[in-house]
């Protein structure tokens, strides 16, 4: 069974800095993407960054600069370092692990990150 552990949420106030990390456990995850994703309130869900097995990012626009992913194999541990935060930044960020070609994926529960003055 597939356990997801995801903390460092929280409230912050724009310009400030937040580190997520997600623990994956109940399998090897080291050739899967790791990634986060977030959904505001009244908006979709959408990518925010992803690591490959390999070590290459992928990161949102909107985040690009300001947000930096990381990942430990060994660990089965995705990080996600978040810097200058904007109050549009504010939602639940979900952690997500795929593997694309065994058409697998499994979502965190998601930590919320609350970006206000």
């Known amino acids: 069974q597939v356990q997801f552990v995801e903390s460092g949420g929280g409230l912050v106030k724009p310009g400030g800095s937040l580190s997520l990390s997600c623990e994956v456990s109940g399998s090897s995850f080291s050739l899967y993407v790791m990634g986060w994703y977030r959904q505001a309130p009244g908006k979709e869900r959408e990518l925010v960054a992803i690591i490959t097995s390999g070590g290459n990012t992928d990161y949102a626009d909107s985040v690009e600069g300001r947000f930096t992913i990381s990942r430990d194999n060994a660990k089965n541990t995705v990080r996600l370092q978040m810097n200058s935060l904007e109050p549009e930044d504010t939602a639940v960020y979900y952690c997500?692990?795929?593997?694309?070609?065994?058409?697998?994926?499994?979502w965190g529960k998601g930590t919320l990150v609350t970006v206000s003055s």
């Open positions: 997500n692990v795929r593997h694309y070609a065994m058409n697998v994926e499994y």
